[in-house]
């Protein structure tokens, strides 16, 4: 009898998972059979605990869903607890991000949006302009850095979220902005355009000094900082300003490389969790081998200020202007299917030295304050410069 192997075969794998199905399900029944259970009874007991402590919302949609006047929108509901659960934590950095903010956000640290071509600090109701990009529409405009904007369109805002909001929407679209410089306000129009702007940019000063400015930790800052850095190198600088003033943070990997890039073969910080535990940071020998100065003010936040404190805590270099602003706590981002997210901090970052740097900023080795006269330029920079010299 001729036996046909591909059959045969066949049999033999389908009876071979039916028989691993049925000891499976043989298993499962005994379990269940004896009283006994595959999760853990104190495990089950949580859920059931955390099921019950969320009943009440269960509830409340319930009745809403069965006898509110007028239409609700779920979508909006849902976003609103979500929201409200986040800010309950009392953690200004935990919030829940709708996926138009998750957008607007990313678009702010990574530089390339639909805008009008600005960095900035917006807080207590004023835009500080931290840099415009060339031939951008604020550019063509007549807008400088350090103009304030104070409203868009007429309208007020309070924090950056509303002002980009304020500031978001499609080419073409024109912006009626109120500008303060120095003294004068005046109102402008500006027309909204696709924008790429760098986080990094570089200029020699007083013939031999090597300025790079950071304005922000975006995907590709690592990289920017590392080509405007080998042209300072091969225009034989004889020091080098790294400027963090106004730098907010953003992606800390990107300023963890940067410190790389700096220091000599040293420890950078750490990142410690709830638990105690520790992951460490650490540079190799290559580094800067000239004077270096990293200018900080009262707003160099997050990953700015772990690049200040690694550069003090090492000795590696100078860091002059005014303690930092003293965020040093790490983000952890949890995406949903509909494209929201939860940002929530989950870790904070340490010194070379393991001091917090959360709560207490870094006190510069120099300390160097703004000048209150607007013809007095920029003092800060002046005084770094001096240091190096």
């Not at 009262?298 to 690049?307: G, P």
Request: net charge negative; glycine share 8%; hydrophobic share 40%.
């Amino acid at each position: 009898m001729k036996i046909n192997v591909k059959k045969l075969v066949r049999f033999l794998i389908i009876a071979g998972v039916f028989v691993a199905a049925v000891t499976l399900l043989a298993a499962y029944a005994a379990v269940i059979l004896s009283g006994r259970s595959i999760v853990k009874n104190d495990v089950l007991k949580e859920k059931d605990e955390k099921i019950a402590r969320l009943g009440k919302l269960y509830e409340m949609k319930d009745d809403i869903d069965a006898d509110f006047l007028f239409d609700a929108d779920e979508n909006a509901s849902m976003d609103a607890m979500a929201s409200a659960l986040a800010g309950s934590l009392g953690d200004e950095y935990s919030e829940y991000m709708t996926a138009e903010e998750i957008t607007e956000w990313e678009n702010a640290v990574n530089n390339g949006f639909t805008g009008i071509g600005i960095t900035s600090n917006a807080e207590d109701g004023r835009a500080v302009v931290l840099s415009v990009a060339d031939d951008g529409p604020a550019d063509a405009a007549g807008i400088k850095e350090g103009d304030v904007i104070k409203e868009v369109n007429g309208k007020a805002f309070d924090n950056e979220r509303d002002f980009l909001k304020a500031i978001a929407g499609k080419p073409g679209d024109t912006l009626k902005l109120t500008v303060l410089r120095g003294w004068y306000t005046f109102d402008v129009d500006v027309t909204i355009a696709e924008v790429k702007m760098r986080a990094v940019s570089s200029k020699v000063i007083n013939k031999d000094i090597g300025y790079i400015r950071i304005t922000t930790f975006s995907r590709n800052s690592s990289d920017e900082f590392a080509a405007e850095l080998k042209d300072l190198t091969d225009k034989q600088v004889k020091g080098l300003v790294i400027d963090l003033r106004d730098n907010g943070g953003g992606y800390v990997d990107q300023g963890i490389k940067i410190c790389d890039a700096i220091l000599p073969e040293c420890t950078i910080g750490y990142l410690e969790n709830k638990k105690g535990e520790r992951e460490t940071f650490n540079s190799d020998e290559e580094c800067v081998d000239v004077p270096v100065v990293v200018l900080v003010n009262e707003k160099t936040a997050s990953a700015s200020e772990i690049v200040a404190a690694a550069v003090k805590g090492n000795k590696a270099g100078t860091v002059a202007g005014v303690k930092t602003y003293g965020k040093g706590l790490s983000q952890k981002e949890y995406k949903f299917s509909d494209g929201s997210c939860l940002k929530l901090t989950v870790a904070q970052y340490l010194t070379p030295a393991g001091d917090p740097i959360d709560g207490k900023g870094v006190k510069p080795d120099k300390k160097i304050k703004e000048s209150d006269d607007p013809d007095a330029g920029d003092v800060q920079l002046k005084g770094a410069v001096k240091l190096i010299q």
